[in-house]
């Protein structure tokens, strides 16, 4: 039966996942060397237990970089080391209390201003057109220029960042061929110079933003924070703060408009759009999985994961658990315990950009339900799934934008 499992095709993974839990809840996958964890009770469990379950391995590429690349790497400077997702304690404990004065729901809430007024000139260069692809015209853009705001940056063309980021999951993720990793690797060293850029920018002419905030935690203690790992800290942000955004924003209007009558509920009621959010969340899961590494033998329904073994934990198929959620694969608005699904992660390591993707989804959603009611589906297309094991996103989705009742 787990011969079935696709780790880089997305078509049909709900479907396998349903059978997995009952018949195969952990299983060892020879493509990936990852044991996967399928029932959501055993996937909390790994996220609660940070003393047996290390976090190291969270962005290891799947495949060892070509000898020739580490080369250029290591001449050029490229000293990306662990800072937050993939540092394990005390290290993690004392980045992630520095990351959180600045990145906190108090500050995401301060920004929502900024993002809606964003939202809405992306919604007013829409107006006019019928047949759009609303990945190119907003979803594929717009979350980079929300983590603009918070590095401070104004003068960089989004579009670059978004394939720097691209590449980088790619080389975590997915599997590329070894010319394609070599070459993503320079532009990664392209990428990572860009964020030192901005700290030594920030040293000179401090400002209102997250490495600011940083360089000013830091006061020249490196016991607090050393230099690279601001520089590094920015290097997550900007790899981690848009891409499964704009995942999840095309997947929330994707699943939408193939729930129509969800859609129409929103329409009438936008005050649903939170519930709605979480639904997506759940039901149509951005970020598919998410990776610890066993510091010792360890049982998970009745199976022993050796100590050493990589763990893949599938976020989706928690997500799915029929002895959490009634009707698991059903799309309800109304699910009155949606929220406590594992998107974001659980424990320690739960994603401190939750509150400001959630605010980002639900904006965008706001407005395009006051701007497009009549949207639909262009009928006939099959949506291009990102191919990596982790991300989780239409590459294009053509709507048909029906109309304004509000312009």
Known sequence: MTSGFKPFDQDGTYEFFSLARH?????????????????????????????????????????????????????????VEPVQSNTDRPK??????????????????DYEPRIRALVQEYVHGLRGKDEVDIVAELTHEMPARVVFMLLGVDDVDPLLIKRWALNRATMIWGKPTRQEMIDAGHELNDFFHFCKGIVEDRKRAPRDDYPSRLLELRGDDDSVLTENEIVCLVFALLLAGHEAVTNGLTISILTLLEHREAWEELVADPALIPRAVEEVLRHSTPVLTWRRKALEDVELSGVTIPAGSKVLLSLASANHDEDRYARPSDFDIH??????????????????????????????LEELVDAFPGMELVEGQQPEWTRTMAHRGPQSLKVRLGGSDHG
């Open 335 to 364: 699910r009155v315990n949606a929220r406590d699904h594992l998107s974001f992660g659980y424990g320690v390591h739960v994603c401190m950009g939750a509150p400001l993707a959630r605010a980002e989804m639900r904006i965008v």
């Open 92 to 109: 993690h404990g004392r980045i992630r209390q520095c990351a959180g004065q600045f990145l906190n729901p108090k500050r995401y809430r």
């Open 23 to 79: 018949e195969a809840p952990v299983f060892y996958n020879e493509e990936t060397d990852y044991w996967v964890v399928t029932r959501r009770q055993d996937v909390l469990s790994v996220f609660k237990d940070p003393a047996r379950f290390s976090a190291a391995n969270v962005l290891d590429p799947l495949e060892a970089h070509p000898e020739e690349l580490t080369r250029f790497l290591a001449d050029n400077g490229f000293t």
